[in-house]
């Protein structure tokens, strides 16, 4: 078995594509996934499995949409990705709440967008993932999932440092 972090995208969000954790480990332990957790609301999954990162996607995927009735986006790293992730971060984190990471279900063709008028914020798009930080917060932001899907032809979906972090402390935590 191993282990990976899986992210949601769109779920929970201003009351639409509404999954209560609960029913969601449920319907996670159903499909034959093992320890699985999740963490807040909004599509944080740890969990283990003898699938490949393509069929744990597509198994959940195909589970919400069966089970819920609607598409939800799946990404799904490794532990070690997910290190690998937090270690590379190119920016200064002086401040959590202006720190995040954007996931991507696969490595764009190109690597480099523009994006206009995002004042101090930067981003850096590695592989599969795109480091940002938003210097006035995220509210304000320019840079989000959308542009990115848009500009990059990917699905995306980020995650603060906090939520990060404490995804990385979880999947470690052997105490299931």
């Given at each position: 078995?191993?282990?990976?972090?899986?992210?949601l995208?769109?779920?929970?969000?201003?009351?639409?594509?509404?999954?209560?954790?609960?029913?969601?480990?449920?319907?996670?332990?159903?499909?034959?996934?093992?320890?699985?957790?999740?963490?807040?609301?909004?599509g944080?999954?740890?969990?283990?499995?003898?699938?490949?990162?393509?069929?744990?996607?597509?198994?959940?995927?195909?589970?919400?949409?069966?089970?819920?009735g609607?598409?939800?986006?799946?990404?799904?790293?490794?532990?070690?990705?997910?290190?690998?992730?937090?270690?590379?971060y190119?920016?200064?984190?002086?401040?959590?709440?202006?720190?995040?990471?954007?996931?991507?279900?696969?490595?764009?063709?190109?690597?480099?967008?523009?994006?206009?008028?995002?004042?101090?914020?930067?981003?850096?798009?590695?592989?599969?993932?795109?480091?940002?930080?938003?210097?006035?917060?995220?509210?304000?932001?320019k840079?989000?999932?959308?542009?990115?899907?848009?500009?990059?032809?990917?699905?995306?979906?980020?995650?603060?440092?906090?939520?990060?972090?404490?995804?990385?402390?979880?999947?470690?935590?052997?105490?299931?």
């Open positions: 078995m191993k282990k990976y972090i899986v992210l995208r769109g779920i929970n969000v201003s009351g639409k594509n509404k999954i209560p954790m609960v029913d969601l480990r449920r319907l996670l332990t159903a499909l034959k996934f093992q320890k699985v957790q999740t963490y807040i609301q909004s944080n999954i740890i969990l283990e499995a003898n699938l490949n990162r393509n069929d744990i996607c597509d198994t959940i995927k195909i589970g919400i949409k069966e089970k819920f609607f598409d939800v986006p799946v990404i799904a790293k490794t532990i070690s990705e997910w290190k690998k992730a937090i270690a590379n190119p920016f200064a984190i002086e401040n959590e709440k202006i720190v995040a990471f954007t996931f991507l279900d696969r490595t764009p063709e190109i690597n480099e967008i523009e994006i206009k008028n995002i004042g101090e914020d930067q981003f850096k798009i590695d592989g599969d993932l795109i480091y940002v930080y938003c210097s006035n917060g995220f509210g304000k932001s840079i989000n999932n959308n542009i990115f899907e848009k500009k990059l032809k990917v699905t995306a979906t980020t995650r603060n440092l906090r939520t990060t972090l404490k995804l990385l402390q979880i999947a470690e935590d052997e105490v299931l």
